[in-house]
């Protein structure tokens, strides 16, 4: 017994970095994401079951943050709709988008059934060209990469400030033209360091950051402040334009 049960502890070690993911882009921060991590954690290792897989452990933190989000808000201590979106598109839209689960594993964590959870994430993504525009600085050193970023911010009704292929020239711009949210690459090559740029650019500039890396573990260490938005390449168009939404509507300082 104590075997089988350490096995489910480690099934939901494994699926805690995906929780985390989901419970800061929920919540805008890494602190707010983290306190609901922390209940859901508890309340899964609290109903261990037989036979717990990874996939199952993963759906059972989503449940318990999902479930704790939406007691906060019918008492006021989270909003229950932002921008014109409610609270359930949201999730649905980040369950399906940015943790890549499919339709039925989000309904579930939603307790809605599939049909209307359907409905709903088609009226969320419906509406996710309504959000607040954003004026977007890109730090990205592929050029190709970069351009394909800004065709994706621009579709999604944002406007493109600057495109900075180095750590000084994002600093430059961002002085500059004051963005209102930075998308950036981490590895910038022979241009620098994007974590680093985007610390630069914090102390002048309150703006949400998104880190679009390939190198996601460079942020998700677990020893510093990490941010609230990662996206790893390559991604998906809708990914990256949920992300974008959740930035610009939560209107957060993630690192």
Same mark, same amino acid.
Request: charged share 25%; with cysteine.
């Given at each position: 017994?104590?075997?089988?049960?350490?096995?489910?502890?480690?099934?939901?070690?494994?699926?805690?970095?995906?929780?985390?993911?989901?419970?800061?882009?929920? $919540?805008?921060?890494?602190?707010?994401?983290?306190?609901?991590?922390?209940?859901?954690?508890?309340?899964?290792?609290?109903?261990?079951?037989?036979?717990?897989?990874?996939?199952?452990?993963?759906?059972?933190?989503?449940?318990?943050?999902?479930?704790?989000?939406?007691?906060?808000?019918?008492?006021?201590?989270?909003?229950?709709?932002?921008?014109?979106?409610? $609270?359930?598109?949201?999730?649905?839209? $980040?369950?399906?988008?940015?943790? &890549?689960?499919?339709?039925?594993?989000?309904?579930?964590?939603?307790?809605?059934?599939?049909?209307?959870?359907?409905?709903?994430?088609?009226?969320?993504?419906?509406?996710?060209?309504?959000?607040?525009?954003?004026?977007?600085?890109?730090?990205?050193? &592929?050029?190709?990469?970069?351009?394909?970023?800004?065709?994706?911010?621009?579709?999604?009704?944002?406007?493109?400030?600057?495109?900075?292929?180095?750590?000084?020239?994002?600093?430059?711009?961002?002085?500059?033209?004051?963005?209102?949210?930075?998308?950036?690459?981490?590895?910038?090559?022979?241009?620098?360091?994007?974590?680093?740029?985007?610390?630069?650019?914090?102390?002048?500039?309150?703006?949400?950051?998104?880190?679009?890396?390939?190198?996601?573990?460079?942020?998700?260490?677990?020893?510093?402040? &990490?941010?609230?938005?990662?996206?790893?390449?390559?991604?998906?168009?809708?990914?990256?334009?949920?992300?974008?939404?959740?930035?610009?509507?939560?209107?957060?300082?993630?690192?």
């Amino acid at each position: 017994e104590k075997v089988m049960s350490g096995s489910y502890r480690t099934a939901l070690v494994r699926a805690l970095p995906y929780a985390r993911l989901y419970g800061r882009a929920l $919540l805008g921060s890494q602190e707010q994401g983290d306190v609901v991590v922390a209940a859901a954690l508890r309340s899964a290792l609290a109903d261990l079951k037989p036979g717990l897989s990874d996939a199952g452990a993963r759906a059972a933190l989503y449940l318990a943050i999902s479930d704790d989000v939406r007691r906060a808000s019918s008492d006021g201590r989270q909003p229950a709709s932002d921008a014109g979106m409610s $609270l359930l598109q949201r999730m649905l839209l $980040l369950l399906t988008a940015l943790e &890549e689960q499919p339709l039925a594993a989000a309904a579930a964590a939603c307790r809605l059934e599939i049909e209307v959870a359907e409905r709903e994430l088609r009226a969320a993504r419906d509406g996710l060209r309504a959000n607040a525009a954003a004026r977007v600085l890109i730090i990205e050193d &592929e050029p190709i990469i970069a351009l394909d970023i800004q065709d994706l911010v621009e579709r999604c009704g944002h406007s493109v400030v600057g495109i900075a292929a180095t750590e000084s020239e994002a600093v430059q711009i961002a002085r500059a033209e004051r963005p209102s949210l930075v998308l950036a690459d981490i590895n910038l090559g022979a241009g620098g360091d994007g974590a680093t740029a985007v610390a630069r650019i914090l102390r002048d500039v309150t703006a949400p950051v998104i880190f679009v890396t390939a190198f996601p573990e460079r942020l998700l260490t677990g020893d510093a402040v &990490e941010p609230a938005f990662v996206i790893t390449k390559p991604f998906d168009p809708t990914t990256l334009a949920v992300a974008t939404y959740q930035a610009v509507t939560r209107g957060v300082r993630p690192v």
